[in-house]
């Protein structure tokens, strides 16, 4: 994976909710990606395209769909579009891993995660994202912004990824919950 830079990351967020399962049951749904489109806010689904599913070291294709209102004023990509991601850690009922990676297939310093504890009557569920260095899709977003541009740019996608985050937690309790 791609080095971090010293210093804080570009964005970083994490929402937790309590999920009446075992880790294990929970770890079983949110490491099956092309199932996502259940749960995300943007992926739509997928498939897997290298490597055995799930593992690390696989990669998946990931099918995402943004709508027009996203930080409307940004020049970020709406509609549909395919992202690629890579497994980078895959411990049943503890943790789910994956990397973005770019249009090359290095994986890139920014990292989605699911990890799982057990707690009380079924599980703490933890999604986290972070971003170090900007992707390749972030520096073209920016690469025509001046500094209160950008700086505006980082807030309002901060709050966007914070909010999909805790939403995605929503709607996996809810798919889990009901099985």
């Not at 995605?168 to 099985?179: D, F, G, P």
């Amino acid at each position: 994976m791609a080095e971090t830079l010293s210093g804080p990351p570009l964005f970083q967020a994490r929402a937790d909710l309590h999920v009446a399962a075992r880790p294990e049951e929970i770890y079983a749904v949110v490491s099956d990606l092309p199932r996502s489109g259940e749960w995300s806010t943007e992926c739509t689904g997928g498939r897997w395209i290298a490597g055995t599913p799930g593992s690390v070291g696989a990669v998946f294709q990931g099918e995402n769909l943004r709508g027009e209102d996203v930080v409307a004023w940004a020049p970020v990509v709406r509609g549909t579009w395919t992202t690629e991601a890579e497994v980078l850690a895959a411990e049943p009922g503890k943790a789910f891993r994956w990397a973005m990676r770019d249009s090359a297939g290095r994986t890139q310093d920014s990292v989605w995660s699911f990890e799982v504890e057990p707690d009380g009557d079924g599980s703490t569920l933890v999604h986290h994202f972070r971003m170090g260095r900007p992707t390749e899709g972030i520096r073209k977003i920016t690469a025509d912004m001046d500094e209160a541009e950008r700086t505006r740019f980082f807030a309002e996608w901060g709050t966007k990824v914070q909010s999909d985050l805790a939403d995605t937690l929503q709607r996996v309790k809810v798919v889990i919950e009901k099985a």
